[in-house]
């Protein structure tokens, strides 16, 4: 049953008869006036006016509704409020989001091994943007103090939206023993920049940018208080699309076998200890070649002894050009692989082409023509070696 009440105004002719319908379909009305000879207003539950509406309809009365309360009041209101209810929620829904993930990371106390305690951050995807209830504090606590053991005492916590790592060096080490001495970081290969991930250090490149062998991609400097600057052991990730090439040639003509249609048979019998046939071996011309076939059938019912039936004809092998697409793919496949092999089959291919050239007189192949393919393999490679 729907909560709310309607009151409503009728006015026409033979009102009367309102009532006693009413009272017929159990029809409850509260409040009945009859300010004028024609016009009766009274009170009703929104769950029955829809009877009031076809009463109305039915007995050419004119309906006027003066005052809805309740649910159906509510539901009105918030059809004409629509948009301010949903931006309502939609800031409700990005004000939660905003609150439950993590927007600074500050790690204290970390000294020498601050690029180390990033990296690890890093490596588990502890990123700014991530929702804390995602981080495991216990379990990350438990890597850092794995992993540096330089460090005598490591606590995580997350406060709000700050991950905070505390920190407590053991006993320091020498700054000649330290693996983690200043140092830059350079670029191993050529390549486009995709992406910059710092741990420790200051980026030297950005997306978009080409870089050579050997440039500075992240430089082992960090800014202190004021305009000082602190030497680091640079640490990140720089991915760039790098490119590396590889060549196959395939003969370009395959050798077929034409049968000259002579069918010669000879039958030998064979035993675990010797052969003997009274029929010789077929002597053929040394420009043909033999497909031969055998079978062998049982014929000793005690001894071991069976009867191998030889099939002899003369083929002339014939070389005839390859279809053109074939060669084609055969060529890029066998390009393709070995690409893959020099880049790492774990790299990610972005794009790969190809170019195809016909050589003639490939030594390989018997002074035969081969199909060339020269491809060129665009992978994702992190370059900060």
């Known amino acids: 049953m729907r909560v709310g009440t309607v009151r409503f105004a009728l006015e026409g002719l033979s009102l009367e008869r309102l009532l006693n319908q009413c009272v017929e379909a159990g029809i409850i009305l509260s409040d009945v006036q009859r300010p004028k000879v024609r016009v009766i207003t009274a009170t ?3 769950g029955q006016f829809k009877y009031i509406k076809n009463l109305a309809k039915k007995n050419d009365w004119k309906l006027t509704m003066r005052k809805v309360t309740g649910l159906p009041r509510l539901r009105e209101f ?24 993590i927007w600074s990371i500050q790690i204290h106390g970390a000294g020498p091994y601050l690029g180390e305690v990033r990296q690890v951050l890093l490596d588990n995807e502890i990123t700014p943007g991530r929702f804390n209830m995602n981080v495991d504090v216990e379990e990350l606590r438990t890597l850092l103090a794995r992993r540096l053991s330089g460090l005598a005492w490591v606590s995580v916590s997350v406060d709000g939206v700050r991950l905070k790592v ?21 670029a191993s290969r050529d390549g486009v920049v995709e992406s910059v991930r710092i741990a420790a250090g200051t980026a030297q490149v950005k997306q978009g940018d080409a870089v050579r062998k050997g440039q500075l991609l ?42 000259n249609g002579e069918l010669t048979q000879r039958k030998v019998y064979v035993t675990p200890w010797y052969e003997w046939s009274p029929w010789p071996p077929p002597v053929f011309e040394d420009s043909e070649t033999v497909d031969a076939q055998a079978r062998y059938v049982l014929i000793g019912a005690i001894l ?8 002899y004809e003369p083929v002339t092998l014939e070389s005839r050009p390859r279809n ?45 023509p081969g ?3 020269h491809l060129t393999l665009e992978v994702m490679e992190n370059i900060a070696k």
Do not use: H
């Open 44 to 46: 009703i539950s929104s």
């Open 218 to 259: 992240i430089k082992g400097e960090e800014r202190a208080w004021g305009e000082s600057v602190n030497a680091v052991a640079a640490r990140g990730e720089v991915l760039a699309r790098v490119w590396y090439t590889a060549e196959s040639i395939i003969p370009a003509t395959e050798t077929v076998s034409i049968p």
């Open 304 to 311: 071991p002894v069976w009867l191998r039936l030889e099939e």
């Open 78 to 101: 918030a059809w004409r409020r629509a948009a301010l209810i949903d931006g309502a929620l939609v800031f409700m829904a990005v004000s939660w989001y905003l609150c439950n993930c």
């Open 324 to 368: 053109d697409a074939a060669l084609k793919y055969e060529s890029a496949l066998a390009a393709l692989r070995l690409a893959q092999e020099a880049a790492g089959l774990d790299k990610p291919i972005v794009d790969k082409w190809v170019e195809y050239s016909m050589i003639d007189n490939v030594p390989e192949f018997g002074m035969n």
């Open 371 to 373: 199909m060339k393919a």
């Open 166 to 186: 505390y920190c407590v060096q053991g006993v320091p080490r020498a700054e000649s023993d330290l693996a983690d001495a200043p140092r830059d970081i350079y």
